[in-house]
């Protein structure tokens, strides 16, 4: 019988999980990722796919029926998930299950093994995320109705940026605010801690050097890091702020609220719709929200696509300026990284950000950013310039192993 570690990453659409175990029945053991699965499309037409470690389909499932598009990781699709990896796992034994949990709030800055009291202070951070946080908890909650005795450890995103200082956390609200949790806190941590522990574990100069790491996706983010902490980041008190996202507006004038709720008397509810799921590169494009789809799209209609431009220039502009923000507050650069889904895939994006800063000393290989090589800056760079997958999950297993397997 091996044990078995299961990570499970939820979001407010989708549900990512991995199955790691080893093979000696000794906990303390290397882990081995042996396979993982995506439940996408919540709340339209989900479609859960699942592979082995060599990407082999072991089961995959769609539900077109109507009553699907109305449910929530709280309902059946969870409990169906969930069931397929228990009897995946009934020769092993699941020994630990780590959640990616977006808010730890002010009391969490470190991974926590859960119980009741944990979750009944996570759940009151929803009003902070409440987009994000009911789905992180959704399956943690489940399971400690159903099975009870597996451990559960929650690891947070926003536990890297504890190390900001006071300037880059606070709002300048009344110090009341501040007090009762409305500050600054960043989000994408576990994918910033994990691009540390390759740089240490790579034993580049930079893991203790001056750099930028841009986390691109369909949630975006830029964290100024020094010798392995972080000072500042665009995030700030929701995963909202900062840069312009798939479908999120990024930083806005707060009165832009006000106006649509005085002028336009829109709902807190409505607001909530526009500025989190209409905005961003959906809203500016009307195309897609996709980075990949509005690349396609200019690419086949050229100056037709005029919408589509003005979206991916729009996103390229603020991502240059808050690089720049951030190489202020670091007081200098030696290292850019671009991670993520579009950090990672977009080489048109990582070519303009590059030549923009160019001033700044970094010579830019076209050639190995075409080729989607790591390295993507020029020997004679002042910059390096790289591109590096994230992993999430890993850091959270690394986390389980360290927090509860390490005797």
């Given at each position: ?84 990896l228990f009897d ?117 100069p930079l893991a ?73 590169l959906l809203g ?124």
């Amino acid at each position: 019988m091996a044990s078995v570690v299961l990570i499970i990453n939820a979001g407010s659409s989708s549900l990512k999980f991995s199955l790691y175990r080893n093979g000696n029945n000794q906990p303390t053991s290397e882990f081995v990722l042996y396979s993982k699965g995506l439940l996408e499309g919540i709340g339209s037409e989900p479609h859960l796919k699942i592979v082995d470690s060599h990407d082999k389909t072991l089961h995959e499932k769609s539900w077109k029926e109507s009553k699907y598009a109305t449910l929530s990781l709280r309902d059946e699709l969870l409990d169906q998930v969930l069931q397929w990896l228990f009897d995946f796992t009934k020769n092993d034994k699941i020994i630990a299950i780590g959640h990616r949990v977006v808010h730890g709030g002010m009391k969490y800055y470190r991974p926590v093994v859960i119980n009741q009291k944990v979750y009944d202070y996570l759940d009151s951070l929803t009003p902070f995320v409440p987009l994000h946080q009911p789905a992180s908890l959704a399956p943690m909650k489940v399971i400690m109705d159903n099975y009870p005795n597996i451990t559960q450890v929650a690891c947070f995103d926003t536990a890297f940026h504890a190390t900001m200082p006071d300037k880059a956390k606070r709002f300048a609200l009344p110090r009341k605010y501040y007090e009762s949790g409305l500050r600054r806190y960043g989000f994408h941590g576990l994918s910033y801690h994990y691009i540390i522990h390759y740089l240490q574990k790579n034993k580049s100069p930079l893991a203790k050097g001056k750099i930028i790491v841009a986390h691109l996706g369909n949630g975006s983010s830029v964290t100024a890091i020094s010798k392995g902490r972080s000072i500042d980041t665009s995030m700030s008190f929701t995963p909202l702020d900062g840069l312009i996202m798939g479908t999120r507006t990024g930083q806005i004038d707060p009165n832009v609220v006000l106006y649509m709720t005085r002028e336009e008397k829109k709902t807190p509810d409505e607001i909530e719709d526009i500025i989190w799921k209409q905005s961003g590169l959906l809203g500016v494009s009307e195309v897609s929200s996709d980075m990949r789809g509005l690349i396609h799209e200019i690419a086949q209609n050229g100056p037709k696509s005029k919408f589509a431009k003005q979206a991916l220039d729009l996103f390229i502009y603020k991502l240059i300026g808050e690089i720049g923000r951030l190489i202020v507050a670091l007081k200098g650069i030696d290292g850019l990284i671009f991670t993520a889904g579009i950090g990672a895939h977009a080489t048109y994006v990582r070519s303009v950000v590059c030549h923009s800063l160019s001033w700044l000393g970094i010579e830019f290989d076209e050639e190995a950013n075409k080729h989607g090589y790591q390295l993507v800056s020029l020997p004679t760079s002042k910059i390096q310039v790289y591109t590096i997958p994230t992993n999430e999950e890993y850091i959270i297993l690394k986390e389980i192993q360290r927090l509860i397997l390490t005797p």
